[in-house]
């Protein structure tokens, strides 16, 4: 018994347009879910009534971190700064 050769036929448009509307749908939807998440957050914090304490907390947190990356990027000799001088080096072989 021979083996058929079996042929993978390239998805047409209309799979594509289909599977990207799908991902669209669904990337709607966790982004509404993200939205009550936050909503909820806001209200709890609203109830406890700490909403000045949590702001404060919140930018104590952010210098903290702000920090942190600095001091990494310092002891890892990188710069992610878009002014840095190796901006414009480019591998060999790939064209402009």
Known sequence: MSKQKQYHKKPGIKDVVKVTS???????IAQERINELYGAIDMYIEFKG???????????????????KENNEQTDG????????NE???AEGIRP
């Open 22 to 28: 799908a991902l669209i749908q669904e990337l709607q």
């Open 50 to 68: 700490d909403g000045d304490a949590f702001k404060a907390f919140l930018d104590t947190k952010l210098k903290e971190s702000k920090s942190d």
């Open 88 to 90: 414009g080096v480019r």
């Open 78 to 85: 990188q710069n992610s700064k878009s002014d840095s001088k």
